[in-house]
């Protein structure tokens, strides 16, 4: 940590900050302000920058604040809210509010090393929002149509009712088409060689081509393979004790749901176009595996490919071999 000794853990709501925090004696306090711009500016008048603040990574409430720490020059970390969590729940908490919330940020910080936060590239934060525009309107999309289909069921059918729904669906198609286009060129001017050899890869699509990208930050945020499977929860987990307990094996899930589903479907198209997939998924059924986890493994395969194309910047070969000396 930068200081050792100030140090102040924020527990960040929409509308409040809740922060628990030290003076140079010692002595512990609490402050509540509000999550804008006079609350942040408060937050430095009272504690100054020469501290460490800690918030959670939970939701977009806590950017605002780690933008202007960051750029004030302040010591701003951020951590995965499923540590605190876990940190709290080693510590045999009972109760949970906000400013004991606070208080365990600050414990938390004292007793862990957080790296410091970085400011995200503006071209990353552009992509990620509208990737969840994207797939928020798909998911509407997808709502108008099953509607519609339930409307067709009913034996008297109301004409403004299904020209409504049809003009909706229209509308919320070619926006969802425009924002693919504007997020397609915001990528080419980012990271235009990733995609490139992320594209190279036969069954990435584009949309996890682009997921892949702004996920990791443009590869900034895993350093192997290892990690770029388990952003995806893609990762085997195994849990046994002793010789009572046989848990179910399967992949452990703690990681990003809207990229790994994506992944499962490229998988399928990847068993038909992707050499090495398809003879990898050929070998597992082979042997009596289910197709579901034949299917798994193949998106732990395209993850392989995907991280050592993008970050060599070279494109997909279907034949290539690794030289060891």
């Not at 009913?154 to 909706?168: I, Q, W, Y």
């Not at 749901?257 to 490229?266: A, T």
Request: charged share 25%; with cysteine; hydrophobic share 40%.
């Amino acid at each position: 940590m930068k200081s050792p000794k100030l140090v102040a853990g924020i527990d960040v709501s929409k509308d409040f900050l809740d922060i628990y925090f030290n003076n140079l004696q010692g002595k512990e306090q609490t402050l509540k302000l509000a999550n804008d711009l006079k609350g942040h500016q408060a937050l430095l008048n009272n504690l100054g920058c020469k501290r460490t603040y800690l918030v959670e990574s939970s939701g977009p409430y806590y950017l605002r604040l780690a933008f202007y720490l960051k750029k004030k020059g302040a010591d701003i970390r951020v951590e995965n809210p499923v540590c605190i969590k876990r940190f709290i729940q080693m510590n045999l908490e009972r109760n949970k509010n906000d400013q004991k919330d606070a208080c365990w940020i600050y414990r938390y910080a004292l007793q862990r090393e957080v790296k410091p936060w970085q400011l995200p590239p503006k071209e990353h934060l552009a992509c990620q929002s509208l990737i969840n525009l994207i797939d928020l309107y798909q998911r509407q999309l997808l709502m108008l149509t099953n509607q519609g289909h339930a409307l067709h069921q009913l034996p008297l059918k109301c004409k403004e009712v299904n020209k409504s729904l049809l003009d909706m669906q229209s509308a919320m198609e070619a926006e969802v088409a425009h924002l693919e286009k504007l997020l397609d060129a915001k990528l080419q001017k980012w990271q235009a060689l990733q995609m490139q050899s992320l594209a190279s890869v036969p069954g990435l699509g584009k949309r996890a081509v682009a997921m892949l990208i702004v996920f990791t930050d443009g590869f900034t945020k895993v350093q192997n393979h290892r990690q770029l499977i388990a952003l995806a929860g893609l990762s085997p987990r195994e849990h046994t004790s002793g010789t009572s307990i046989r848990g179910k094996k399967g992949i452990c899930k703690m990681g990003s749901g809207r990229l790994r589903k994506v992944l499962y479907m490229c998988s399928m198209s990847a068993i038909k176009h992707n050499k090495a997939c398809k003879e990898l998924y050929e070998r597992l059924k082979a042997k009596g595996k289910a197709g579901k986890l034949a299917l798994i493994a193949v998106c732990n395969k395209l993850l392989k490919q995907a991280f050592a194309v993008a970050t060599k910047g070279t494109i997909y070969q279907a034949n290539f071999c690794s030289v060891k000396p």
